[in-house]
């Protein structure tokens, strides 16, 4: 079994900034992509960014130019850096991996951490 545990979020004025953590544990033979998530209080859950074993990044053009997400392959840890916070960015952010581990190739969750910016 591999678990995802997020950490980092918390309260924080707009233009702030903030760094969100997300550990993978587990039985873990390799880890192919790794994501952030973000769900809004009435709204569908949506791609922040993703990253690549290779280091390959992508997007939403809501936080291209602020967000910048980066993994650590030797402690299975993603990262996402969060620039210029805006009010709209409120929301729960998931990590996501896609994991080849005891049970094959799998994608697990992690269970959330919450962003607020506010004033």
């Known amino acids: 079994q591999v678990q995802l545990v997020e950490s980092g979020g918390g309260l924080v004025q707009p233009g702030g900034s903030l760094r969100l953590s997300c550990a993978a544990s587990?039985?873990?033979?390799?880890?192919?992509?790794m994501g952030w998530y973000r769900q809004a209080p009435g709204k569908e859950r949506e791609l922040v960014a993703t990253?690549?074993?290779?280091?390959?990044?992508n997007y939403a053009d809501s936080v291209k130019g602020r967000f910048t997400i980066s993994r650590d392959n030797a402690k299975n840890t993603v990262y996402l850096q969060m620039n210029s916070l805006k009010p709209e960015d409120t929301a729960v952010y998931y990590c996501?991996?896609?994991?080849?581990?005891?049970?094959?190739?799998?994608?697990?969750w992690g269970q959330g951490t919450q962003v607020t910016v506010s004033s």
């Open positions: 996501n991996a896609k994991v080849l581990g005891s049970m094959g190739i799998m994608v697990y």
């Open positions: 587990g039985t873990i033979f390799r880890i192919n992509a």
């Open positions: 990253i690549t074993s290779a280091g390959s990044t």
